[in-house]
Protein backbone atom coordinates (compact mmCIF):
# COMPACT_ATOMS: atom_id res chain seq x y z
CA UNK A 1 0.00 0.00 0.00
CA UNK A 2 1.80 3.38 -1.25
CA UNK A 3 -1.10 5.42 0.54
CA UNK A 4 -0.92 7.65 3.78
CA UNK A 5 -1.83 5.21 6.18
CA UNK A 6 -3.65 6.67 9.42
CA UNK A 7 -4.54 4.68 12.81
CA UNK A 8 -6.53 3.71 14.67
CA UNK A 9 -9.69 4.45 12.62
CA UNK A 10 -11.60 5.04 15.39
CA UNK A 11 -11.06 6.47 18.66
CA UNK A 12 -13.38 5.95 21.43
CA UNK A 13 -12.03 8.15 25.02
CA UNK A 14 -13.09 9.76 28.23
CA UNK A 15 -12.87 13.21 28.44
CA UNK A 16 -9.37 13.20 30.35
CA UNK A 17 -7.90 10.77 29.16
CA UNK A 18 -4.77 10.97 26.70
CA UNK A 19 -4.45 9.85 22.97
CA UNK A 20 -2.22 8.96 20.58
CA UNK A 21 -2.80 9.10 16.91
CA UNK A 22 -0.29 7.88 13.96
CA UNK A 23 0.07 8.50 10.63
CA UNK A 24 2.72 7.23 8.22
CA UNK A 25 3.01 9.02 4.93
CA UNK A 26 3.96 8.13 1.53
CA UNK A 27 7.98 7.36 2.03
CA UNK A 28 9.08 9.47 -1.03
CA UNK A 29 7.23 12.70 0.42
CA UNK A 30 8.96 15.20 3.48
CA UNK A 31 6.31 17.13 3.89
CA UNK A 32 3.49 15.48 6.81
CA UNK A 33 0.73 17.82 7.45
CA UNK A 34 -2.11 17.07 10.37
CA UNK A 35 -5.32 18.79 10.30
CA UNK A 36 -8.84 18.63 11.55
CA UNK A 37 -12.54 18.56 10.34
CA UNK A 38 -15.66 18.38 12.39
CA UNK A 39 -19.17 17.61 10.45
CA UNK A 40 -20.49 19.75 7.65
CA UNK A 41 -16.88 21.99 7.71
CA UNK A 42 -13.87 22.29 5.93
CA UNK A 43 -10.14 20.99 7.30
CA UNK A 44 -8.20 23.29 9.70
CA UNK A 45 -4.35 23.09 9.68
CA UNK A 46 -3.03 22.55 12.79
CA UNK A 47 0.34 21.44 11.99
CA UNK A 48 3.06 21.06 9.22
CA UNK A 49 6.40 19.27 9.34
CA UNK A 50 9.58 19.12 6.61
CA UNK A 51 11.49 15.42 7.32
CA UNK A 52 11.36 15.80 11.06
CA UNK A 53 11.21 19.74 11.79
CA UNK A 54 7.99 20.92 12.53
CA UNK A 55 7.87 24.29 10.94
CA UNK A 56 4.24 25.34 11.75
CA UNK A 57 1.90 24.98 14.22
CA UNK A 58 -1.45 26.42 13.95
CA UNK A 59 -2.63 28.72 17.10
CA UNK A 60 -5.91 25.93 17.30
CA UNK A 61 -2.48 23.49 18.89
CA UNK A 62 -3.34 24.42 22.60
CA UNK A 63 -0.69 23.24 24.86
CA UNK A 64 -2.78 20.11 25.47
CA UNK A 65 -2.21 18.75 21.51
CA UNK A 66 1.94 17.47 20.35
CA UNK A 67 3.25 16.19 17.56
CA UNK A 68 5.86 14.55 16.80
CA UNK A 69 8.21 13.13 13.34
CA UNK A 70 10.85 11.79 15.02
CA UNK A 71 12.92 10.37 12.22
CA UNK A 72 11.41 12.14 9.07
CA UNK A 73 8.95 9.14 8.53
CA UNK A 74 5.80 8.89 10.74
CA UNK A 75 4.23 10.96 13.12
CA UNK A 76 2.40 11.00 15.75
CA UNK A 77 -0.59 13.14 16.99
CA UNK A 78 -0.98 13.37 20.73
CA UNK A 79 -4.07 15.22 22.82
CA UNK A 80 -3.66 15.38 26.62
CA UNK A 81 -6.51 15.64 29.01
CA UNK A 82 -9.02 15.19 25.99
CA UNK A 83 -12.25 17.63 26.31
CA UNK A 84 -15.82 17.14 24.53
CA UNK A 85 -14.62 19.59 21.84
CA UNK A 86 -11.70 17.44 20.59
CA UNK A 87 -14.34 14.98 18.98
CA UNK A 88 -13.33 15.48 15.62
CA UNK A 89 -11.70 13.84 12.31
CA UNK A 90 -8.04 13.92 12.63
CA UNK A 91 -6.72 13.94 8.90
CA UNK A 92 -3.08 13.15 8.60
CA UNK A 93 -1.73 14.24 4.85
CA UNK A 94 1.67 14.52 3.19
CA UNK A 95 3.21 15.56 -0.28
CA UNK A 96 6.76 15.69 -2.49
CA UNK A 97 8.41 18.51 -4.05
CA UNK A 98 10.24 21.68 -3.26
CA UNK A 99 7.94 23.81 -3.98
CA UNK A 100 4.06 24.53 -3.74
CA UNK A 101 2.21 23.39 -6.71
CA UNK A 102 1.84 19.73 -5.62
CA UNK A 103 -1.34 18.60 -3.98
CA UNK A 104 -1.76 16.60 -0.68
CA UNK A 105 -2.24 12.62 -0.26
CA UNK A 106 -4.39 12.53 3.17
CA UNK A 107 -5.29 9.35 4.87
CA UNK A 108 -8.32 8.09 5.90
CA UNK A 109 -8.29 9.69 8.82
CA UNK A 110 -8.73 9.18 12.88
CA UNK A 111 -12.58 9.60 13.94
CA UNK A 112 -11.97 10.77 17.68
CA UNK A 113 -15.08 10.69 19.84
CA UNK A 114 -14.49 11.97 23.63
CA UNK A 115 -17.69 11.04 25.82
CA UNK B 1 -10.24 30.61 9.89
CA UNK B 2 -11.43 29.33 6.45
CA UNK B 3 -10.57 31.28 3.55
CA UNK B 4 -12.94 29.94 1.12
CA UNK B 5 -16.52 30.19 0.42
CA UNK B 6 -17.72 26.95 -2.12
CA UNK B 7 -21.49 28.12 -3.39
CA UNK B 8 -23.69 26.59 -3.36
CA UNK B 9 -23.60 24.66 -0.16
CA UNK B 10 -25.99 21.81 -1.72
CA UNK B 11 -26.39 20.62 -5.61
CA UNK B 12 -28.44 17.89 -6.76
CA UNK B 13 -28.75 17.06 -10.40
CA UNK B 14 -29.56 14.27 -12.64
CA UNK B 15 -26.78 12.06 -13.90
CA UNK B 16 -25.48 13.11 -17.20
CA UNK B 17 -25.99 16.50 -16.48
CA UNK B 18 -23.25 18.74 -15.89
CA UNK B 19 -22.27 20.15 -11.91
CA UNK B 20 -20.93 23.47 -11.55
CA UNK B 21 -19.45 24.92 -8.33
CA UNK B 22 -17.95 28.03 -6.90
CA UNK B 23 -15.30 29.31 -4.69
CA UNK B 24 -14.31 32.36 -3.34
CA UNK B 25 -11.10 33.56 -1.36
CA UNK B 26 -9.81 36.30 0.64
CA UNK B 27 -6.32 36.73 0.75
CA UNK B 28 -3.86 36.51 -2.79
CA UNK B 29 -2.62 33.04 -3.33
CA UNK B 30 -0.16 30.66 -4.94
CA UNK B 31 -2.17 28.24 -6.28
CA UNK B 32 -6.35 26.81 -5.43
CA UNK B 33 -6.80 22.77 -5.39
CA UNK B 34 -10.29 21.34 -5.47
CA UNK B 35 -10.59 17.83 -3.69
CA UNK B 36 -13.25 15.59 -3.43
CA UNK B 37 -14.61 13.34 0.40
CA UNK B 38 -16.69 10.59 0.17
CA UNK B 39 -18.76 10.55 3.49
CA UNK B 40 -16.69 9.64 6.38
CA UNK B 41 -13.62 8.76 4.05
CA UNK B 42 -10.49 11.22 3.82
CA UNK B 43 -9.77 14.05 0.97
CA UNK B 44 -8.71 13.29 -2.99
CA UNK B 45 -6.99 15.74 -4.85
CA UNK B 46 -8.70 16.32 -8.32
CA UNK B 47 -6.98 19.20 -9.75
CA UNK B 48 -4.56 22.27 -8.98
CA UNK B 49 -4.22 25.65 -10.75
CA UNK B 50 -1.71 27.89 -10.34
CA UNK B 51 -2.01 31.53 -9.91
CA UNK B 52 -0.56 32.36 -13.02
CA UNK B 53 -2.93 29.96 -14.73
CA UNK B 54 -6.83 30.90 -16.08
CA UNK B 55 -8.42 27.18 -16.94
CA UNK B 56 -7.31 23.75 -16.30
CA UNK B 57 -8.74 20.38 -17.34
CA UNK B 58 -8.20 16.91 -15.92
CA UNK B 59 -10.77 14.48 -17.51
CA UNK B 60 -14.55 15.96 -17.02
CA UNK B 61 -13.30 18.53 -14.74
CA UNK B 62 -12.67 21.73 -15.93
CA UNK B 63 -11.66 24.58 -13.08
CA UNK B 64 -10.99 28.04 -13.68
CA UNK B 65 -9.51 30.98 -11.75
CA UNK B 66 -9.73 34.47 -11.10
CA UNK B 67 -7.69 36.26 -9.60
CA UNK B 68 -8.99 39.70 -9.90
CA UNK B 69 -12.47 38.57 -8.55
CA UNK B 70 -10.24 36.11 -6.10
CA UNK B 71 -12.70 33.30 -7.17
CA UNK B 72 -12.11 29.77 -9.08
CA UNK B 73 -15.03 27.51 -10.17
CA UNK B 74 -15.61 24.22 -10.72
CA UNK B 75 -17.31 22.24 -13.65
CA UNK B 76 -18.07 18.21 -13.81
CA UNK B 77 -18.90 17.42 -17.16
CA UNK B 78 -21.45 14.55 -17.79
CA UNK B 79 -22.06 13.92 -14.24
CA UNK B 80 -21.80 9.73 -13.15
CA UNK B 81 -23.52 8.71 -10.19
CA UNK B 82 -19.66 8.16 -8.60
CA UNK B 83 -19.41 11.95 -8.31
CA UNK B 84 -21.54 12.21 -5.40
CA UNK B 85 -19.41 13.79 -2.62
CA UNK B 86 -18.52 16.66 -0.70
CA UNK B 87 -16.07 19.31 -2.84
CA UNK B 88 -13.85 21.35 -0.95
CA UNK B 89 -11.44 24.32 -2.62
CA UNK B 90 -8.22 24.80 -0.68
CA UNK B 91 -5.76 27.82 -1.38
CA UNK B 92 -2.31 27.88 -0.68
CA UNK B 93 -0.31 30.71 -0.12
CA UNK B 94 2.64 32.07 -0.78
CA UNK B 95 4.16 32.40 2.67
CA UNK B 96 3.37 28.72 4.13
CA UNK B 97 2.45 25.62 3.23
CA UNK B 98 -0.69 25.21 4.90
CA UNK B 99 -4.17 25.13 2.71
CA UNK B 100 -6.72 27.07 4.03
CA UNK B 101 -10.04 25.33 3.00
CA UNK B 102 -13.98 26.22 2.64
CA UNK B 103 -16.63 24.38 3.97
CA UNK B 104 -17.66 22.62 1.06
CA UNK B 105 -20.21 21.72 -1.73
CA UNK B 106 -22.29 19.05 -1.29
CA UNK B 107 -22.80 17.47 -4.68
CA UNK B 108 -25.48 14.73 -4.96
CA UNK B 109 -25.79 12.87 -8.47
CA UNK B 110 -29.40 11.29 -8.97
CA UNK B 111 -29.34 8.19 -11.24
Known amino acids: DTGVSQNPRHKITKRGQNVTFRCDPISEHNRLYWYRQTLGQGPEFLTYFQNEAQLEKSRLLSDRFSAERPKGSFSTLEIQRTEQGDSAMYLC?????????????FGSGTRLTVV | SQQGEEDPQALSIQEGENATMNCSYKTSINNLQWYRQNSGRGLVHQIL???NEREKHSGRLRVTLDTSKKSSSLLITASRAADTASYFCATRMDSNYQLIWGAGTKLIIKP
Open chain 2, 49 to 51: IRS
Open chain 1, 93 to 105: ASSQGVNRNYGYT
